[in-house]
């Protein structure tokens, strides 16, 4: 997976070193604690970024652009073997963010560049419905360069990211191993009330095509 040796080196030896603290670590509260602590140095670690977009820009193996992934700018970074967690990037233009969706798993997120806006949400109903939710903004901040904030699983973990700046940034975010068995994450419509799967983009191909074998 990695082609740059500069890369191999510095990515994976701080992730190596995760992979084998974070197996001691029990519960989500911890792990987030765990890290808010260490996520800053990796992101902090300016030509480790410049290295990986050039990288992407030169098309070179690692990063994989084309990996399976839920949003259009995510790319991974590393998958821990042990499934334990995930890094992943996302580049957002001026602008962009994500749906307003939730998690599968505890989280931790971050910015190269600074000027992250992250809102999150709280869920007013019961929960009992599977395709409507009513759900409010609770908070709006704005994470700077270095700087962490918690994502947790399922519905304390509602929220969007992405850019309302003028400049393209990046986000990093270590992602806890799935908890929920699911191969979707929700999204939600604060208009409409209405809650939809979001799949990867490699899943829903393959559901899709089942469901052309199954018509044939």
């Known amino acids: 997976m990695i082609h740059d040796p500069d890369i191999q080196e510095r990515l994976l030896s701080v992730c190596v070193r995760w992979?084998?603290?974070?197996?001691?670590?029990?519960?989500?509260?911890?792990?987030?604690?765990?890290?808010?602590r260490e996520l800053p140095g990796l992101i902090l670690d300016g030509d480790l970024f410049r290295e990986i977009f050039a990288s992407v820009v030169e098309g070179r193996d690692y990063p994989d652009i084309e990996g399976s992934t839920m949003f259009a700018t995510e790319i991974i970074l590393f998958r821990d073997p042990g499934r334990e967690f995930s890094v992943r990037m996302y580049l957002w233009g001026p602008g962009e963010h994500d749906p307003i969706h939730d998690h599968n798993s505890w989280g931790v997120i971050g910015t190269v560049t600074g000027g992250l806006e992250v809102i999150r949400y709280k869920r007013l109903d019961d929960g009992t419905s599977s395709h409507l939710a009513l759900i409010e903004e609770s908070d709006r901040i704005v994470v700077q360069r270095g700087e962490t904030t918690p994502v947790l699983p399922m519905n304390?973990?509602?929220h969007r990211t992405g850019n309302a700046g003028e400049s393209t940034?990046?986000?990093?975010?270590?992602?806890?191993?799935n908890q929920?068995?699911?191969?979707?994450?929700?999204?939600?419509?604060?208009?409409?009330g209405r809650v939809s799967r979001l799949y990867s983009q490699q899943n829903r191909k393959r559901m899709l095509a089942l469901d052309a074998l199954r018509d044939l």
């Open 156 to 158: 304390d973990g509602i």
């Open 180 to 192: 929920t068995g699911r191969n979707y994450v929700h999204t939600f419509d604060t208009v409409t």
């Open 19 to 36: 992979s084998e603290e974070i197996r001691e670590i029990i519960g989500n509260d911890l792990r987030i604690a765990y890290m808010h």
């Open 169 to 177: 940034i990046v986000q990093v975010a270590v992602y806890g191993g």
